[in-house]
């Protein structure tokens, strides 16, 4: 599962933001998920206690707000590019295989 958030952090898990219930809808090993943020803050990584999941920042340099919101549709496509070059390279490490009509590097 791929989903969004504006910033995680320590809050996305202790007030329920989306990204911490969708796990709920399987058991935590059968539902990887994967999060595109804008922004990384403090104990983001304790969404990992609660998915088995993976965090990947849209912003990959340091920019002024206004100019991340301009390129935000180039930055997200980055990141989404990005992601799922990983999980592609993940899906070889374990023997698994991605549909080709995903549009996939």
Same mark, same amino acid.
């Given at each position: 599962?791929?989903?969004?958030?504006?910033?995680?952090?320590?809050?996305?898990?202790?007030?329920?933001?989306?990204?911490?219930?969708?796990?709920? +809808? *399987?058991?935590?090993?059968?539902?990887? $998920?994967?999060?595109? #943020?804008?922004?990384?803050?403090?104990? &983001?990584?304790?969404? !990992?206690?609660?998915?088995?999941?993976?965090?990947?920042?849209?912003?990959? +340099? *340091?920019?002024?707000?206004?100019?991340? $919101?301009?390129?935000? #549709?180039?930055?997200?496509?980055?990141? &989404?590019?990005?992601? !799922?070059?990983?999980?592609?390279?993940?899906?070889?490490?374990?023997?698994?295989?991605?549909?080709?009509?995903?549009?996939?590097?």
């Amino acid at each position: 599962m791929v989903t969004g958030e504006g910033r995680i952090d320590g809050q996305s898990v202790r007030y329920g933001k989306v990204v911490a219930g969708l796990p709920g +809808a *399987a058991p935590k090993q059968a539902l990887p $998920l994967a999060i595109i #943020h804008r922004r990384m803050g403090p104990e &983001a990584e304790m969404i !990992f206690d609660v998915a088995f999941s993976s965090i990947m920042p849209s912003v990959s +340099a *340091a920019m002024p707000w206004k100019e991340a $919101l301009s390129r935000s #549709h180039e930055l997200f496509e980055s990141a &989404a590019d990005r992601m !799922f070059r990983f999980i592609k390279i993940g899906y070889g490490m374990g023997g698994g295989r991605l549909n080709s009509g995903l549009g996939l590097c």
